[in-house]
């Protein structure tokens, strides 16, 4: 998931790192009493989940009520790069002498952490793409002052800097390990006319795994839910679900993440249309129904759906267990929509046997599974 640039902002100073003075505001009202709080020249900045913010007209300057004002009034409620903007960072403005680039991230292709910097950073980073530097640090995310320094040499910038970026990337480090992230980036990190290098951006991606152990994160997900809706479902349901496509005629109920891809792949092949896509995870149940009725819930609420595929591959799952509950969700939620059921694995006879007794059954092989499906889609 990505965090807004307020976020970012706010874990950068929990760790230490110099971020410029600033407050959040959702509305035009809140803004201008930020700014006359702050006192001094501000940047209002658009905040939404995505960068080139500034080139998009989302950045703007104020020094006093009247220009906070206008700057709020014609940022708020717009949409800027398709999202919708609901809030904007009210911030101390900095006294710019020079964009730098810094970030950490993850390097998947070659299973490691990688330091990037850059002594052209700001907007136009991307057309600076050859003066960027890198560093490796390996996934223990180690280094060293005196490879800061080379760092800073390769990037042709004078290190005389060392001691604060060595400051900035050993807190930067510590963030992107804490958060599980896989991106903390800062463009551009600001040398000040006192040659003070602040951190005037605060982009930072996390990696989704930890949501569940990381309480601070879920803090943060339960401040937005519109923003993080779909994090937000499965922290609170414990099962993956996702929207996709709102004109889809099959309702999944499906476990595993890769077998459902697969199945979705299979339908999609066939030309049908999965409106969603879920991984129910049978393992966590633990005897209750309640997952499957939200699920089943959901999938009733896709305007087209009209036939629901169960998909269960049952290795440690007792397949009977399942099909127990499924019957007991299926006549709770009062489904009257058909219900095709593929199921594989652990004590398949016996949930044959439970399925047929409530007028369903099981099918064990997917392919017919999914041609029935489709015929009651007409296809
Ligand atoms: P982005 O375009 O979404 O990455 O948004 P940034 O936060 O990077 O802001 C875009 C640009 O606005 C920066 O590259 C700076 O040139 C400028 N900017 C942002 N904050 C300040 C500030 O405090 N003072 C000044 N003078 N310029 C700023
Ligand atoms: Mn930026």
Redesign the pocket.
Known sequence: MKLF?YNGKEIFRKHGLPV?NSKVASTVEEAVAAQAEIGKKC?I?AQILS?????AG??KFASNEAETREAAGAILGIKLKDLQVNKVLV?E??D?RR?LYMSVMMDTEHKDVVVIMSASG??EIENNADTLVKMSIGWQCKFEQFDVRNLLYKAGLETKYTDQISNILTKMVEVFKAYHATLVEI??LVITGEDKIIA??AKMNIDNNIIPYNEEIQAIIRSDPESWASELFKLENEFDYLDLDENGEIGLLSTGAGLTMAVVDKLKAAGASPCNFIDIRTGGFKGSTARLETALHHILAAKNVKVILVNVFGGITDLNEFAGLLVKALQKVEVKLPVVVRLQGNNFEAADETLKAAGYKAIESLDEAADEAIKHIGG
């Open positions: 640039e410029p940047v900045k960068g080139g913010r500034g080139k989302g950045v911030e403005c900095a710019i964009e700001g907007m463009n551009p005037c951006d």
